[in-house]
């Protein structure tokens, strides 16, 4: 039985999983050629289309519950927005790149300070916690919102943001472009961010 983009992408936004992989296979063509035209001869060699359409599914996969069909055509639109997004954040912190603070170097160990750190660099979590009991509160609650994340995710971010790993050997390790790893990390940040949501609020409290 034959079945819609429209039926697919009313059941994908519902939560039926083969339905959002249908729908991603039949979009692969068009998001491949369209990508093609979007990464800059300059970034090329440090940017790999492959690395965009695989962060781009990841995050289909885990925003398609938010989307909101607005007919045909709009499925479409949102994947290149995910795709667009995603290279402007790579090509943004490649621009910026600055070579890792000596205050962490590779090979320290982890430590809760790691995690205040972490904490500090997420998109709206600017406080710190200040005591020792908050410090440790913190490590845990980051520790169990990392175990959510979708692995590649949580790997990037052990090995960027907790253990202070440059891009290059992060990329070495991961097996992916440099320009990945920015997005990889962009993406990580945006979600550990939501999966803490409130639950920081103690921090500004102290103990």
């Known amino acids: 039985m034959l079945v819609s983009q429209d039926e697919l992408t009313t059941a994908a936004v519902s939560g ?6 249908q729908l991603l296979h039949h979009h692969d063509p068009d998001l491949r050629g369209w990508l093609r035209g979007r990464i800059g001869v300059r970034y090329r060699s440090i940017l790999d289309a492959e690395d965009v359409l695989q962060v781009t599914y990841v995050e289909a996969y885990l925003r398609i519950g938010q989307f909101e069909p607005r007919g045909s055509g709009s499925f479409k639109a949102w994947l290149r927005r995910i795709a667009a997004n995603n290279i402007a954040d790579a090509i943004k912190t490649l621009n910026r790149q600055k070579r890792p603070s000596p205050a962490r170097r590779v090979g320290d160990a982890v430590t809760d300070e790691s995690y205040v750190t972490l904490l500090a660099s997420l998109p709206g979590h600017g406080t710190s916690p200040t005591s020792g009991a908050a410090r440790s509160e913190a490590s845990d609650l980051i520790e169990k919102a990392l175990r959510k994340l979708p692995p590649d995710y949580e790997k990037v971010i052990r090995l960027c943001d907790l253990e202070g790993r440059p891009a290059d050997n992060v990329a070495d390790q991961m097996e992916r472009s440099r ?27 102290g103990t």
Do not use: P
């Open 179 to 205: 320009g990945a790893i920015h997005m990889l990390k962009a993406r990580a940040h945006d979600r550990l961010a939501e999966l803490l949501g409130g639950s920081t609020n103690f921090f500004s409290k």
């Open 16 to 21: 039926d999983v083969e339905a959002l992989t």
